[in-house]
């Protein structure tokens, strides 16, 4: 059988590799249902052999001390990807069932960040001090050594180079586990390593299959000295328990809950399309997305008859058809989860808009879902307080801004927010006062190579991006030289 991405084994110390198992798992599309790749179905004994290779490398390979060499690697790397990046757009909708012009935004937002941190591999400064008039203090950048990569697969490449990117242009070498539903997309662009010859063997690998063996796998190996994971906070919370058996540092980038507060004197013009985008973009798929909406009370009727009035004129459907304004949930477990939410909130608050999967115009073997609005919900509901990672969008009403912070800050999650308002001193006063780790003024989603995301709470550990997204793959040695010639 042809699928349209590929087959592909392991890529273990610069070969691909048959799974020690000799199993192979196929991924399946969400546009219609019918199979478009295959990858390795792996165990423990395959993630062996890619830390090993890992390890090796770090410790013989010309490239942690080598940081023109991580620099050409990676922007050569970045020039390939940008030389296919059609034929990757295409496959990535293949997989995920998201608009191509989604997709082709990813592949340039995952270019961005190696290119990005091809530069930054040339400028990880370190620091010194004269601690006194005989001793000079260094505090050297150190790689930390291999690096478990764990991908999700809302964002299967962007999130991919946004933290292997910078773990490699820091000097460490990775092992990379895809997520079982995108893995074939992720093997693709792993495969055009081919066409780097700077990359010294065994310096990137990766291992496809299930988390429970692959990523577990990974984060009990005492070869392992990092992981970096983004995802689910049960899962994350899972590794961080896994990880201190062998303390092994880590990065966790886990769910949002993310409140976008539109005050009465907001430009509207700009609010509207933003509130769409910045919640049914990838089907709502997206970590940092404005799942939940706060109006100030005198606005809110104009607000949601216009917001309604946009939604019902949203084009849910085929990918790959230019007048496609959202495509289809990334995973069939995923919509059902987010119908299951639906129904709560039926019974829950008031539906504005959407609410039901679709099934006409030839998307019944697909997994589409209505753009979905309630108005009205209780602050203790499932759908407020827990991330649906869905097209499903919780409005309520405020009096106060003090109100309105409160509702925003009212979840265990903190990773972005945002705030809508011509007032500049209201802004930084409330968007200070979000507990979150980005807050967005008149704009959302505003995600930069250059700058740093995270959250607070339980959105996770660290940050991505930016210079804090390198820093955190690097150890501080401190060197203390004493030049006293007076013994």
Request: contains cysteine.
């Amino acid at each position: 059988m042809t699928y349209v991405i590929g087959e592909f084994k392991n890529y273990i110390n610069g070969e691909w590799t048959e799974p020690h198992s000799g199993e192979y798992q196929e991924q399946f599309t969400t546009i219609d249902g019918s199979s478009v790749s295959k990858c390795a179905h792996s165990d423990v004994e395959d993630v062996n052999a890619a830390v090993a290779a890992a390890k090796q490398a770090f410790e013989t390979a010309d490239w942690k001390e080598n940081p023109r060499k991580r620099s050409k690697a990676l922007q050569n790397w970045a020039n390939v990807l940008r030389a296919n990046i059609n034929e990757l757009a295409t496959g990535l909708s293949w997989q995920v069932g998201k608009p191509f012009k989604e997709s082709f935004g990813e592949m340039m937002g995952a270019i961005g960040y190696m290119e990005y941190y091809a530069a930054s591999a040339r400028t990880l400064y370190g620091s010194n001090m004269s601690v006194d008039d005989v001793t000079l203090s260094v505090l050297l950048r150190e790689p930390v050594g291999v690096i478990g990569v764990i991908v999700p697969w809302n964002y299967p490449i962007t999130l991919l180079m946004r933290d292997m990117a910078p773990a490699l242009a820091a000097g460490n070498t990775c092992i990379v586990k895809p997520a079982g539903q995108t893995a074939g997309i992720t093997m693709k662009v792993i495969e055009l390593l081919g066409q780097v010859e700077e990359f010294p063997i065994g310096v990137i690998n990766a291992v496809s299959g299930p988390g429970s063996v692959v990523g577990d796998a990974l984060t009990g190996h005492p070869d392992v000295d990092m992981i970096d994971f983004t995802g689910s906070v049960g899962v994350g919370k899972t590794i961080m328990r896994e990880c201190a058996d062998t303390m092994k540092k880590m990065t966790l980038e886990l769910g949002g809950k993310s409140a976008s507060i539109v005050f009465a004197d907001a430009d509207l013009d700009k609010a509207l399309p933003n509130t769409l985008s910045s919640i049914f973009t990838n089907a709502g798929q997206l970590c940092t997305s404005a799942s939940r909406l706060l109006i100030e009370e005198t606005r809110a009727e104009d607000f949601l008859a216009q917001l309604k009035s946009r939604i019902e004129k949203m084009v849910v459907g085929n990918p790959f058809d230019s007048n496609t304004t959202m495509g289809a949930m990334n995973t069939p477990q995923q919509m059902e989860t987010v119908l299951k939410y639906i129904e709560q909130g039926k019974s829950e608050g008031e539906l504005l808009v959407g609410g039901e999967r679709i099934l006409s115009g030839g998307l019944d073997k697909g997994c589409f879902i209505e753009p979905t609005v309630f108005v009205n919900l209780p602050q203790d509901s499932a759908l407020i307080q827990e991330e649906i990672f869905g097209p499903v969008l919780c409005v309520n009403t405020f009096k106060t801004e003090e109100e309105a912070v409160e509702l925003a800050n009212g979840t265990d999650f903190g990773l972005a927010s945002g705030v809508w308002t011509q007032d500049i001193n209201k802004a930084i006063r409330v968007g200070k006062k979000m507990r979150a780790g980005t807050c967005w003024v008149n704009c959302y989603n505003r995600l930069f190579n250059e700058c740093e995301t995270g959250g607070y709470k339980q959105s996770g550990l660290d940050r991505a991006g930016g210079v804090e997204g390198i820093n955190k793959f690097t150890e501080v040695k401190h060197l203390c030289l004493d030049y006293n010639e007076n013994y």
